[in-house]
């Protein structure tokens, strides 16, 4: 595979998935890590994407306005927003994680939407601020500089002592047989606290990352009652989520 290809791969996998490992893509393209480390180097220089310690996140991971044309997707991500936000209610009390899909559906609450929203994302939370009748409550501890969530045991016990109506979980990759993964093994540890402490668990994501595994779990397929894409349920690319018992929205 020549080099342009390589690094073309490189990209594709940033943007859909926001953060991708060197030992990842190296397994992925068949090549040593010295190899992926160099691609990414020189694709960082080029502000094509951004190198971080053992990998890359894409320029828009933790560039959070929504205007900026580096958020991949964000077409798919404001569509997929739009039908999340119609299964808030009033009165309720929700759940977002991080990642630039639930930074989009923070932006598009409602403002005279009067709900209580814990988040342990900073992102999140300052997009929440704009919102009056918002009451946004940081889930606090250790912040990943690359995610800006927070991560670690302060955090896992505060959401160990709350119940929220909806918890809007970000996904990395979900797939029927393997049910929801991630690379990040701390940001496991936080969404299967946040699953812990709901009663409804809704999975916004794009398409492309559907039929995908990352290799820390999250949780079976089943743990999840709603999954939200960009798509019509009744879309083809959903064929293998029909038989299952998950509501496709």
């Not at 992925?28 to 020189?42: C, F, G, M, N, P």
């Not at 606090?140 to 500089?145: D, M, N, P």
């Not at 909806?166 to 690379?183: A, E, M, P, R």
């Amino acid at each position: 595979m020549l080099k342009a290809e390589r690094q073309q791969v490189i990209l594709n996998e940033v943007r859909i998935h926001n953060r991708v490992l060197f030992t990842d893509i190296a397994e992925l393209l068949s090549v040593s890590v010295d190899t992926i480390r160099r691609d990414i180097k020189e694709l960082s220089a080029a502000k094509k994407l951004k190198k971080v310690h053992g990998g890359a996140i894409s320029l828009g991971f933790n560039n959070y306005n929504v205007e900026n044309q580096e958020i991949y997707a964000l077409e798919s991500k404001s569509r997929i927003a739009r039908k999340a936000i119609t299964l808030i209610k009033s009165g309720q009390v929700i759940l977002l994680s991080g990642g630039t899909t639930n930074m989009e559906i923070a932006r598009m609450i409602p403002p005279n939407l009067k709900i209580t929203c814990f988040t342990p994302s900073l992102p999140v939370a300052v997009q929440l601020m704009a919102k009056s009748d918002v009451e946004v409550i940081l889930v606090g501890g250790k912040l990943s500089k690359d995610s800006q969530i927070a991560i670690g045991g302060c955090a896992i016990n505060m959401l160990n002592d709350i119940k929220v109506d909806i918890c809007f979980l970000g996904i990395n990759s979900i797939d029927v047989k393997n049910g929801v993964t991630d690379f990040d093994w701390d940001i496991v540890q936080i969404k299967k606290a946040m699953i812990n402490a709901s009663k409804k668990i809704v999975a916004p994501s794009i398409s492309e990352k559907l039929n995908s595994t990352q290799r820390f779990k999250i949780c079976d397929l089943d743990t999840i009652d709603v999954l939200i894409t960009e798509l019509e349920p009744e879309d083809d690319k959903l064929k293998d989520f029909w038989d299952v018992k998950i509501k496709l929205l």
